[in-house]
Every structure is written in structure tokens, then in C-alpha cells.
């Protein structure tokens, strides 16, 4: 299946789930890989962000109630 198939609220949700993950496996992981892991999370946390701000002005999603 292409991207082009999903909703973008399952790509960013797919993308919350695989940072969080990406983080709890360089957590056990002490040392270069678990470096360059946290590294790469934290670059794709970066991206999903953006998205976020992007679904949101888009009204895919709804802003934060301290936005309002």
C-alpha cells in the first residue's frame, strides 16, 4: 500500500508511534546505536511536528484549547 492510501491523521499518528518507539528502543540501548537512533527520533519528531501545525491550519485537526 502507498502513502497515498492513508488518511494523514493515520500517517501522523503512524509517525507519534514510531518516535516513541524509536526512543524506548535507544533507551535500552546505550552507545553509539542507541546515539544515532535518538538522533534519527528526534529528526522525525521534528517533521511530525511541523505536520501537526500543518493538519491543524488546514483544519484537519483542531487547535489547542489554549490556542482558541
Given amino acids: 500500500m502507498g502513502v497515498r492510501e ?3 491523521l493515520e500517517i ?3 509517525l507519534k508511534r514510531s518516535v516513541r518507539r524509536m ?3 535507544a ?3 546505550p552507545g553509539g546505536f ?3 537512533l535518538l ?3 528526534d529528526e522525525i519528531a521534528g517533521d ?3 505536520l501537526e501545525v500543518e493538519l491543524i491550519e488546514a483544519g484537519y485537526l483542531p487547535r489547542p484549547a ?3
Fill in 6 to 8: 492513508y488518511d494523514r
Fill in 12 to 14: 501522523l499518528d503512524y
Fill in 23 to 25: 526512543q524506548q528502543i
Fill in 27 to 29: 533507551s535500552n540501548n
Fill in 34 to 36: 542507541g546515539q544515532m
Fill in 39 to 41: 538522533a534519527v527520533a
Fill in 48 to 50: 511530525t511536528a511541523a
Fill in 66 to 68: 489554549n490556542e482558541a
